[in-house]
Structures are given as structure tokens and as C-alpha cells.
């Protein structure tokens, strides 16, 4: 039964595991042994912001001791009886989950700490340590020690809760902005302008490549009209840019009766704008087929390719900037925070926007034909790529599901915005990190609070460690 079953897995999740643990061999701590010990001390979660005589104290208190490839440290579900310094080689954390199938969680290298977590309660152990190198050399500190080290120093004491809640605050600082609700930088109309330039022959070549696939007509140039594409696609980035920025310093959701809604509006608003723009540069990659003048030809494709636009637009502003908030801490660089964001945005708004894109390049290309007959024909070109498997009834299904859900030319469209994105987000954050970052911001500075008895012990004014400490 659905009761026997849960009952027999929560007895396996809390099964003792019984694994022989080999005792290892004693070493002797020297000099150098202090040193390294309480460098990866510093290091801990647990004990960050020990002075360097509580360092030494915790150092002195330490065992050292070597272990070989398979010795187990610690069993998982077995109370933590210590905290585990890795001196040299690598161990390996195993978890078994309630089906008793054994996943690998991380791999420490020297200069890692194991069990810091759950050391001070003695709480049962998350998972199995188990060495991995030929030989690992451990600094090991009991609970024991620990804890009688809390209650008799209350100025050690502060110091592990203070370090703790530096851990805290770097997991609670994570940028959580709703997507309609991101604020436009400030504008280096420099920067913007000359990635636009790079980017313009980039997106010119694969745009030909893409008409070239979507329509069968061989393109003639790479970069056809670039006298007209490269300027146009400048102004064509900057006024996304720059409309947004407007927009935001002059639009106020919040005193509106729908702020969602205008902040909606807010957000299509440049793609609107500049549907036209992007006309001019589409028809100049389209000479070859559409032999109308260019001033005419810019106008076939317009409405699919406003909403085009539209996804491009959100894409590129806010959509971006909802996805580099999103990369994980672990990326500091602001260039790579911002090109992984843009990377992922461009996956979004390329796909989403394929669809649209393929109709207004194909009404551009021929603009005798109906929006009707080119969706009737767009989706009949699709019946290729149905599986012949697929049975006869479902096949009108399939082959619309194809055309929509797998577009033609899919992958070159989202390399073409990832490549897009990350050129123009990259290449303007790059420049305001480096060659003209803001001014800092001038610290709050608070008049300073009467000395108190209860007040809490200050910080050492140095942590670093020296030769003479030991």
C-alpha cells in the first residue's frame, strides 16, 4: 500500500549506515602545520573572523592526521563529532537518498573545511566524506573543544556569530527586480554607438544567411548596403536605448491607476518606435529579391515585424537586465554578469520572435502574396520536417506545430540576438567598468553612539597572520 511504502522508505532514509571507518595515522603539527591550519580556518564559514589569537588557540587544539584513497571521514547520518580542515589531497561528499542510490554532492580540495555546519550540535551528518586521493592530511578539531571554547569566550563567541551573519547577508543580497518593473542605466552614447557599429556586420551577415534558408534565394552579399545599415543600425540602437531611458525618467507607474499596465506600455513603447528603423535595414538586406525602391520596399513586413520589434525591445532593455540580476554571485565580473544575462535573453527573445520575424521577411521578400498565403505556405514547407511516423490524422497537426513551435531557421535567428545582445550589453558595460565608471557614492556617515557597557566587543583592527604569531 501507498502507506507500507512511504513507511519503508522513511525507515530506509534513517537507516544507520554502517561503513567500517579505518583508523588513521597520527601526525605531529609543527610550525608550518599553525600556519596552514589557521589560513583555512580564515577561510570557514564557521570561524571567519577569529583574531589571531583565538586562531592559534583553535590551531593548538587541532590533530593532524593522514588518511588513503576510500577512508571514510565522516558517515552520513552519524552525529559530527568534528570539524575537518583538508591540508592536502581531495575527499569527495556522497549522499544516498531514500531509494538508496548514492549521488555525489562536491569535491574539496586542500584549503576546504567539512562539517562546519553541523559540528557545535553534533547534528547528524548530511552526507559521507570519503577520500579521494592517493592521501589526504586533515586538521580536525572536536566539538567538544568548540563548544566548551563558545561558552568560556564570549568574545569568540560575537566573533562566530558575526562571521555567520556575514554568510547570511551574502545569500540575502540577491537582486530580485520584476521584469517589467527594471530601470534603465544611464546612457554612454559612445560606448552604445560603437557596439552598434560592430554589431551591424554581424547581424548583416547572418540575416542574409537567414533569408537565404527561409526563402531559397541565394544571397548575393554578406553586406549588402552597408553605407545605409551600419549608420541606420547606430541610430536604431541608441534610440532603443535612449527611449528607455526617457520613458523611465519621465513616466511614473506607480501614480497611474494601472502601474502594470504602464509599465507595459512603457516597455513595447521603443520596439513601436523604431519598427520603422529596422524597416529601412531589413529592406536593404532584401534588394535582391524585392527589386522595389527602397523607400517602398521598407513598408512590406511591417506589422509582423513591429511585433518583432516589440520582443527585441524587452529583450534587449529589460529582459537582459532581468537575467543578469539572476547569474549567480559566483560571477563577479560586471562584463560577464552582463554577457551571460544577455545570453540567456537572447535565447528568449529569439525564439519568441522567430515566428514574426520569418512572416515580415517573407512578405518583404514577396509582397504580391497575401499574409494569408504566405502563412498557408510557410506552414506546407514545414510537412518536410514531420516524421513519416507520424499517422495520417495528425499529420496537418504536426506540420503546424512544426512550423510554429520548431520555425525554420531557428538556430540562426537565436545566434543572431544572442550575438546581438551580448555585442551591445557587453561592449557598454565593459566601458563603464572600466574606462568611464561612475562616480563612488559618498558613504552615510552617522554621528557616533555613546560608549555602553553592553556594547559588543570591536573588531581586531588586522587578521593577518605572522610568523610571530606561532
Known sequence: STQST????LRL????????????????????????????IQE?????????????TLCKSATKLKYHKGDILQVERQPQEKLFLIAKGAVGREKTDVNGK????????????????????????????????DEVETYEISSEFLNNYLMTDPIFAWNVCYGLSLEVRKHTRNLRTPLLQQKAKPIPVVAVSVAAAMESFYRAALNALMNQKLTGIPATSLFPNMHVQLPTRVLYVNGFKGIRQFLDNNVKPEETVYPNLTRL??????????????????????????????????????????AREII??????????????????????????SAVGSLFAGIISGYLS?????????????????????????????????????????????????????????????????????????????????????????PVVFPPSPPSSSSPPPLPSSRKITSSTY
Not at 610550525?31 to 591550519?37: G, I, P, T, V
Not at 573572523?49 to 592559534?56: A, F, P, V
Open 44 to 56: 570557514s564559514v564557521l570561524l571567519s573572523r577569529c583574531t589571531e589569537e583565538q586562531l592559534l
Open 312 to 337: 527585441f525591445g524587452v529583450g534587449l532593455n529589460q529582459l537582459s537586465d532581468y537575467c543578469e540580476e539572476r547569474v549567480p554571485t559566483v560571477v563577479a565580473n560586471p562584463t560577464l554578469r
Open 13 to 40: 532514509q534513517y537507516k544507520p549506515a554502517f561503513v567500517v571507518k579505518k583508523t588513521p595515522a597520527r601526525l605531529e603539527m609543527n610550525q608550518e602545520d599553525l600556519k596552514s591550519c589557521a589560513k583555512i
Open 6 to 9: 512511504g513507511v519503508a522508505r
Open 102 to 133: 548514492t549521488h555525489t554532492i562536491d569535491t574539496y580540495l586542500s584549503g576546504a573545511t567539512v562539517g562546519s555546519l553541523h559540528v557545535l550540535p553534533r547534528d547528524p551528518s548530511f552526507s559521507t566524506t570519503r577520500v579521494q586521493s
Open 354 to 442: 522567430h515566428v514574426v520575424h520569418n512572416l515580415s521577411t517573407l512578405k518583404l521578400m514577396n509582397p504580391k502574396l497575401t499574409y494569408g498565403q504566405h502563412i498557408r505556405d510557410y506552414v506546407k514547407r514545414s510537412e518536410a520536417r514531420v516524421p513519416a511516423a507520424v499517422p495520417a490524422p495528425f499529420k496537418k497537426a504536426a506540420t503546424i506545430f512544426a512550423a510554429l513551435v520548431t520555425p525554420t531557421s531557428c538556430l540562426i535567428r537565436t545566434t543572431q540576438i544572442v550575438g546581438t545582445f551580448i555585442i551591445i550589453n557587453g561592449i557598454t558595460t565593459a566601458f563603464e567598468t572600466y574606462v568611464a565608471p561612475p562616480p563612488p557614492v559618498a
Open 265 to 306: 506600455g512603457a516597455a513595447i513603447t521603443p520596439g513601436v518606435i523604431m519598427s520603422p528603423i529596422s524597416s529601412i535595414l531589413e529592406a536593404s538586406n532584401a534588394g535582391h529579391a524585392n527589386t522595389e525602391p527602397l523607400y517602398k520596399r521598407w513598408t512590406r513586413g511591417l506589422v509582423p515585424r513591429t
